[in-house]
């Protein structure tokens, strides 16, 4: 999935699913994303995945994007 596929993607989620998004406005999500990105490294190791969350990458992004829909 390209960038631009992925960001469309999470948009529509939003729109059809606002009701599963625990952070629904912009400071909400923004400071959700600010949380899960100090604590996306966790996930990676309770989930097996050999990923540096300290280097930037794509699939680093994405997940904090998606992760930041329903951090609380």
Not at 25 to 33: H, M
Request: charged share 30%; proline share 1%.
């Amino acid at each position: 999935m390209t960038k631009n596929e992925f960001i469309k993607k999470l948009r529509l989620n939003f729109n059809s699913n606002e009701n599963e998004w625990e952070n629904k406005t912009i400071p909400e999500y923004l400071e959700a994303i600010e949380r899960y990105a100090e604590d996306v490294q966790g996930f990676y190791d309770n989930t097996n995945q050999n990923i540096d969350s300290e280097i930037a990458s794509w699939k680093v992004f994405s997940d904090i994007l998606i992760g930041a829909s329903t951090y609380e």
